[in-house]
């Protein structure tokens, strides 16, 4: 199958251009082809039209091909120029060449002109391609020049050495040098020798590695000012496979030290909240036992002041008064049970659970069940006091609200056997976990922060599982000793 052609002939015989027309047809091309005399007339097919290759007479009257050469040069077009030339001197075709010409023929001689125009298609090709690869590997260094140049992070290179070789002027501004002064100098030169040698022990970890390597280093910058950099290290190879080793740093400075900040700042809260429970729940034992000591011991006393008065005088009807007096007993004890327990203190957590549960359901009318194991050894007063809260305020707001018909609570030995695991579930309807948490914020109920926060001052999780219409459960894990015990237990 013949290969299309497009040729331009700058010819003034039309007899000449179709004779070499016919010897391209002959050596495998199918040729569509345009003549022109004239430098005007050849601007114009330039301009109009798309050529494979230019044929021209070394010699046409006012014009020829040496200024058709030039035309074509000029007009920015990359096309094969082949001269074909009745006549023509070495010297002129030497000339010829020199002044861009591919190549020549004598007109009596164009039998090996399609090879040459085959070769210079080939070559002219590969020009293209090379010229756009020129161009392409230009743009691309303009991207990364521009890149680099405006990347408001440090970005380097270094070579097996650990010498710079490449530094952008973000890096030169943070050690407060021009670029030629940090080229070829290595962190010794740049950095504290502490630093320097943090830096070398992490690069050679990423060459080593052939990875990418994330580290957070503390370094003094050409300012003396301390930073704090986030650092990614990653490998590369270079020209004839040169190991290299590349950074790019982010300034965290601020981001941490307000981090460091808040986290202060948070443990205090927690140091204020835990000494706010501590000085609660100190309170309701006091108050507990104020009410069963004395307002108790003072309310029994009238009690049988009244059974003794209405026994001496059996016409007084004291019996009314007797039972209100029976109802605030009643109430007085309640109430100085909720504020502390007994049972938690004198016979341990499991028990205080149990007694706490049965009463609770007992009263709302419910079944539950409540399993209770073996814990691991007796838990800090603080831990128990924070477990049988936290019970009670899961068990307060599921008889409160969830409309359940089953209780279930159990507690025991929770995975690795040094912490305690409590389960509070119901079957009632359950709630949005998300809404109540905004609820929370808000202020309308802080009940469900209460119980995190709790489990959280003493080193507990607590995570609650619910869907509307799904029930609830309740899942804590506690230590045996809270967070500050345990570590003074472990120093």
Same mark, same amino acid.
């Given at each position: 199958?013949?290969?299309?052609?497009?040729?331009?002939?700058?010819?003034?015989?039309?007899?000449?251009?179709?004779?070499?027309?016919?010897?391209?047809?002959?050596?495998?091309?199918?040729?569509?082809?345009?003549?022109?005399?004239?430098?005007?007339?050849?601007?114009?097919?330039?301009?109009?039209?798309? *050529? %494979?290759?230019?044929?021209?007479?070394?010699?046409?009257?006012?014009?020829?091909?040496?200024? /058709?050469?030039?035309?074509?040069?000029?007009?920015?077009?990359?096309?094969?120029?082949?001269?074909?030339?009745?006549?023509?001197?070495?010297?002129?075709?030497?000339?010829?060449?020199?002044?861009?010409?591919?190549?020549? =023929?004598?007109?009596?001689?164009?039998?090996?002109?399609?090879?040459?125009?085959?070769?210079?298609?080939?070559?002219?090709?590969?020009?293209?391609?090379?010229?756009?690869?020129?161009?392409?590997?230009?743009?691309? !260094?303009?991207? =990364?020049?521009? =890149?680099?140049?405006? /990347?408001?992070? +440090?970005? *380097?290179?270094?070579?097996?050495?650990?010498?710079?070789?490449?530094?952008?002027?973000?890096?030169?501004? =943070?050690?407060?040098?021009?670029?030629?002064?940090?080229?070829?100098?290595?962190?010794?030169?740049?950095?504290?020798?502490?630093?320097?040698?943090?830096?070398?022990?992490? %690069?050679? &970890?990423?060459?080593?590695? !052939?990875?990418?390597?994330?580290?957070?280093?503390?370094?003094?910058?050409?300012?003396?000012?301390?930073?704090?950099? %986030?650092?990614?290290?990653?490998?590369?190879?270079?020209?004839?496979?040169?190991?290299?080793?590349?950074?790019? /740093?982010?300034?965290?400075?601020?981001?941490?030290?307000?981090?460091?900040?808040?986290?202060?700042?948070?443990?205090?809260?927690?140091?204020?909240?835990?000494?706010?429970?501590?000085?609660?729940?100190?309170?309701?034992?006091?108050?507990?036992?104020?009410?069963?000591?004395?307002?108790?011991?003072?309310?029994?006393?009238?009690?049988?002041?009244?059974?003794?008065?209405?026994?001496?005088?059996?016409?007084?009807?004291?019996?009314?008064?007797?039972?209100?007096?029976?109802?605030?007993?009643?109430?007085?004890?309640?109430?100085?049970?909720?504020?502390?327990?007994?049972?938690?203190?004198?016979?341990?957590?499991?028990?205080?659970?149990? *007694?706490?549960?049965?009463?609770?359901?007992?009263?709302?009318?419910?079944?539950?069940?409540?399993?209770?194991?073996?814990? +691991?050894?007796? +838990?800090?007063?603080?831990?128990?006091?924070?477990?049988?809260?936290?019970?009670?305020?899961?068990?307060?707001?599921?008889? &409160?609200?969830?409309?359940?018909?089953?209780?279930?609570?159990?507690?025991?030995?929770?995975?690795?056997?040094?912490?305690?695991?409590?389960?509070?579930?119901?079957?009632? &309807?359950?709630? %949005?976990?998300?809404?109540?948490?905004?609820?929370?914020?808000?202020?309308?109920?802080?009940?469900?922060?209460?119980?995190?926060?709790?489990?959280?001052?003493?080193?507990?999780?607590?995570?609650?599982?619910? !869907? +509307?219409?799904?029930?609830?459960?309740?899942?804590?894990?506690?230590?045996?000793?809270?967070?500050?015990?345990?570590?003074?237990?472990?120093?």
């Amino acid at each position: 199958m013949s290969m299309p052609l497009r040729v331009l002939f700058v010819e003034d015989v039309e007899e000449d251009a179709e004779l070499i027309a016919r010897e391209l047809k002959r050596g495998g091309f199918a040729p569509d082809w345009q003549r022109v005399d004239s430098e005007a007339a050849m601007q114009e097919a330039l301009d109009n039209g798309k *050529w %494979d290759i230019v044929i021209a007479d070394y010699a046409i009257p006012g014009f020829g091909g040496i200024a /058709a050469l030039e035309l074509l040069k000029q007009s920015g077009h990359s096309i094969p120029f082949i001269i074909v030339s009745g006549a023509i001197g070495e010297q002129t075709a030497v000339e010829a060449m020199k002044a861009g010409a591919q190549d020549y =023929f004598l007109k009596g001689q164009i039998t090996r002109l399609p090879v040459a125009v085959e070769r210079e298609l080939r070559e002219a090709t590969a020009r293209r391609k090379q010229r756009a690869s020129g161009i392409a590997l230009r743009d691309m !260094q303009a991207r =990364f020049h521009a =890149f680099m140049s405006n /990347a408001p992070m +440090p970005a *380097w290179i270094k070579d097996a050495e650990l010498r710079y070789v490449y530094a952008n002027p973000a890096q030169a501004d =943070f050690f407060n040098l021009t670029l030629d002064e940090i080229i070829g100098r290595d962190d010794f030169d740049l950095l504290s020798s502490g630093a320097a040698q943090h830096a070398q022990a992490n %690069d050679r &970890r990423a060459l080593q590695l !052939q990875l990418p390597t994330g580290t957070q280093e503390t370094v003094m910058n050409g300012r003396n000012q301390q930073q704090i950099l %986030d650092i990614v290290r990653f490998p590369l190879t270079g020209i004839d496979d040169q190991s290299l080793v590349a950074g790019l /740093a982010m300034d965290v400075t601020e981001r941490v030290n307000s981090q460091r900040k808040l986290e202060v700042a948070i443990q205090k809260l927690q140091l204020l909240s835990s000494r706010i429970i501590e000085v609660q729940e100190q309170e309701r034992g006091r108050l507990a036992r104020g009410l069963h000591d004395d307002v108790g011991q003072s309310l029994t006393a009238l009690k049988i002041n009244l059974e003794m008065t209405a026994r001496a005088h059996p016409g007084v009807t004291l019996d009314p008064a007797i039972d209100i007096v029976a109802s605030i007993l009643a109430q007085v004890r309640t109430l100085s049970l909720d504020l502390r327990p007994p049972q938690l203190d004198n016979l341990g957590l499991v028990s205080a659970l149990r *007694w706490y549960v049965e009463k609770q359901a007992a009263s709302a009318g419910i079944e539950y069940s409540f399993e209770g194991q073996d814990l +691991p050894g007796r +838990p800090h007063p603080d831990i128990e006091n924070t477990c049988f809260r936290i019970v009670q305020e899961a068990v307060t707001n599921m008889l &409160r609200h969830s409309h359940a018909s089953k209780l279930a609570v159990s507690i025991g030995p929770g995975p690795g056997g040094d912490r305690i695991a409590v389960g509070v579930r119901d079957n009632g &309807r359950g709630f %949005d976990i998300d809404k109540a948490r905004e609820n929370a914020v808000m202020g309308q109920s802080s009940g469900l922060l209460n119980m995190e926060e709790r489990a959280l001052l003493v080193g507990g999780t607590l995570e609650i599982f619910s !869907q +509307p219409q799904r029930g609830v459960d309740i899942s804590l894990l506690l230590p045996l000793m809270p967070n500050a015990q345990a570590g003074d237990g472990e120093s």
